[in-house]
């Protein structure tokens, strides 16, 4: 298999998270922006650890890595998302705006 | 002997310290180490004077010198006859002055201060005549500066205290510039700062006539700015608000003495250099009789003194102009004795009367006996009556004027004629203007504005320093019999003159015949209220150095404002205005920022890309 496929895939996950994180209105489907993000990271690795016929196998260790940090990282974001949508009653990125300079003359 | 001088030196500083020490913690304790200090300092003048006085060899040592290169500068001191006549007048003033001022200034609450300016006074003049080097003078002489103007300040809660004090000190800071540069450019010609050295250069000899006009004239310029003649005559008079002691030290034995004292300590200097003398001998004759019709019509007994002393000193210069080197030094003398007593003496009418003003005088006779017979020793001293020390003394200056007009060595002929008509008839206006305050304040009806107590002689501390200043104002013409036994071989020129003490004894019985008549006849009307228009100076002054002073000042307020202030607040303007742009970029939306973040980094690296 050419080294190209996998590195197209991944290229266009990306650019889909990047896209997700920037536009979409609901913070849920930012995160789901974000984990594309990582996992097209993730296939980028795996396909350098093929092609580069790595015996340490680094490429699959740091996905690993990769996949776990991204678990703890949802965890949270799923957490924050919980609390402000308690607080702020929405999940709108756009209209969370508190930390704006508010007092500008 | 130099221990002696060195400790004569040293005592005032050294009073001065410990009066300052002690303070207001206890009243007694200042008071003894005030008087005691000037005590001690008048017993070793009088060691030192003892032993220089007369045709003794004078004392020289190098107490401590500068040993780098170029010449040395030091600690020199030169005693000879002139410094000790001086030593003597100075501190001996300054310790009458010390135990006047117990009773004076009994309960002032800065008395303190004062008595240790004073003693830092006299340690300063006595500096000034016992040095040898020139730098050494300096700075006795700035020291006496700076003193006479916190003395003169004394009394600074009033305006006019300290606008005195500020002009005094303005004035005779200008003038000193001279002695500064004076002693630059001597140092420059002669190769030494040593006065005792220059002297003898000149001795062995003799430049070119008029070769140093330069180093004489600005030393002149000093010597007229302390000793308040034209055109540097105004400050003294307007330092009258200064408390009575300080005006009688100031007047007789340390401030204004130093200036004539200078010019006969550098008489060589000023004998090789005749245009200068000339200068000195004009603006001598205008200011004695200037002097002595403002002392006409003052209202203000202080200021009839002021302008007297004025006028005096103007003698002690012409006669110095004239040559007339021991005329002048022992008119000095003399003056330095009725003067004191004078103030003195006005200090207990103020004392008495609670003001200077003689238009609130009069009638004193009877309730100030002591008082009175002091004042009318020093007036009859002053207007120069026969057996007085101002007789002899105004006699010699007035005679050695003639013989220099009449032979004309060293003036121009019309200028010797003019200082012995200015004096001639500064010897009228002098006993007009002391008959005149001595009528109005101590005869006639009491003043009807007097109200309040009964006015009475001053206590006992304040008439012992009267009745011992009467002995040498009665006594002291016996010194001009024999010059030489004070003042050294130098000063042995016969001082006595017939016909003009002739002369000057019939104007003065004349003119006190006449004022006397005057005064029978119309009483106090005699002088209704009226000033003289003073020379323009002071306006001179104010047009030409203070409001240009004040417009540059203004000019430079205005750059500080307008220019340096500008850029600083321009800075501080355009940070607010760029900081106010870069604010509207913060909305709080986490989307847009990371769009910028995604772009910038896309864009970096697109740019690397294209560049590698």
């Known amino acids: ?105 | 002997m130099t221990a002696v001088v060195l400790c004569l030196l040293g005592r005032p500083v050294l009073t001065a310290a410990v009066v300052l020490a002690v303070g207001h913690r206890s009243p007694h304790t200042v008071r003894g180490a005030a008087v005691a200090g000037s005590a001690l300092c008048w017993l070793l003048a009088v060691v030192v004077a003892g032993a220089h006085l007369g045709d003794a060899a004078p004392l020289r040592r190098v107490v401590v010198e500068t040993a780098s290169v170029g010449q040395p500068l030091g600690i020199v001191v030169w005693v000879d006859p002139l410094s000790c006549v001086l030593l003597l007048l100075a501190t001996t003033v300054s310790l009458l002055v010390q135990v006047y001022s117990l009773g004076y200034l009994a309960r002032d609450p800065r008395y303190p201060s004062y008595a240790a300016l004073v003693s830092l006074f006299t340690g300063a003049m006595a500096t000034v005549v016992v040095a040898d080097d020139l730098w050494m003078l300096l700075v006795g002489w700035e020291l006496m500066g700076a003193c006479s103007y916190f003395l003169i300040s004394h009394h600074w809660e009033l305006p006019e205290a300290r606008a005195g004090a500020v002009k005094a000190f303005l004035v005779t800071r200008t003038a000193d510039l001279g002695l500064l540069f004076g002693i630059l450019v001597l140092g420059e010609r002669f190769g030494t700062y040593r006065i005792s050295e220059i002297l003898s250069d000149l001795a062995a000899a003799p430049p070119m006539r008029d070769a140093l006009w330069l180093p004489a004239l600005l030393l002149l310029v000093a010597v007229l700015g302390k000793s308040a003649q034209v055109p540097f005559h105004t400050w003294l008079p307007d330092a009258m608000p200064g408390p009575t002691p300080i005006s009688a030290l100031i007047h007789a034995a340390t401030m204004v003495a130093a200036g004539v004292f200078l010019v006969a300590r550098m008489h060589p200097l000023f004998l090789v250099t005749p245009r200068v003398l000339t200068l000195l001998a004009v603006l001598a004759s205008v200011t004695m009789v200037l002097a002595a019709a403002y002392a006409l019509v003052a209202d203000d007994l202080k200021r009839v003194l002021a302008w007297s002393t004025v006028s005096q000193l103007a003698y002690m210069f012409g006669a110095l102009a004239a040559g007339a080197w021991s005329a002048g030094v022992l008119h000095l003398l003399a003056h330095g004795a009725f003067k004191a007593l004078l103030f003195l003496g006005a200090g207990a009418v103020v004392h008495a009367v609670g003001s200077t003003s003689l238009s609130r005088m009069g009638g004193l006779r009877t309730a100030l006996p002591h008082t009175f017979a002091a004042m009318t020793v020093g007036f009859a001293a002053l207007a120069g009556v026969v057996p007085l020390v101002g007789f002899f003394t105004k006699d010699a200056v007035i005679g050695a004027a003639w013989e220099e007009a009449r032979d004309g060595r060293l003036l121009w002929p019309w200028v010797a004629w003019l200082l012995v008509a200015a004096m001639l008839l500064t010897a009228v206006l002098t006993v007009a203007y002391a008959m005149r305050a001595w009528l109005l304040a101590f005869f006639g009806p009491t003043s009807p504005e007097h109200t309040g107590r009964a006015p009475h002689d001053p206590p006992a501390t304040m008439r012992v320093p009267l009745y011992v200043l009467m002995v040498p104002s009665v006594l002291g013409g016996v010194v001009v019999l024999d010059p030489a036994a004070v003042l050294g071989p130098g000063g042995g020129a016969d001082l006595l003159h017939g016909a003009e003490a002739l002369t000057t004894t019939v104007l003065v019985a004349l003119t006190g015949l006449a004022v006397v008549l005057l005064w029978r006849r119309r009483g106090r009307a005699v002088w209704p209220a009226m000033t003289w228009p003073h020379l323009p100076v002071d306006v001179l002054v104010e047009r030409g150095l203070v409001r240009p002073v004040l417009r540059l000042a203004q000019v430079v307020r205005a750059g500080e404002r307008d220019v340096v202030d500008a850029y600083a607040e321009g800075t501080e303007a355009s940070v607010r205005g760029v900081g106010r742009l870069l604010r509207r970029t913060q909305t709080g939306r986490v989307q847009s920022y990371l769009l910028v973040v995604v772009v910038g980094a896309v864009a970096v690296a697109v740019l690397a890309g294209s560049l590698a």
């Open chain 1, 1 to 105: 298999m050419p080294l190209w496929w996998p590195l197209l895939l991944a290229s266009l996950l990306f650019a889909l998270g990047v896209y997700g994180v920037l536009v979409r209105r609901n913070a849920v489907l930012v995160l789901m922006g974000v984990e594309l993000m990582l996992n097209a990271v993730n296939l980028n690795l795996v396909a350098f650890d093929a092609q580069l016929r790595d015996v340490l196998h680094a490429g699959q260790t740091l996905a690993l890595f990769t996949i776990a940090i991204a678990a703890a990282e949802i965890g949270l974001g799923l957490a924050v998302v919980l609390l402000v949508f308690r607080t702020h009653g929405h999940v709108e990125p756009a209209r969370l705006t508190s930390l704006a300079d508010r007092d500008v003359e």
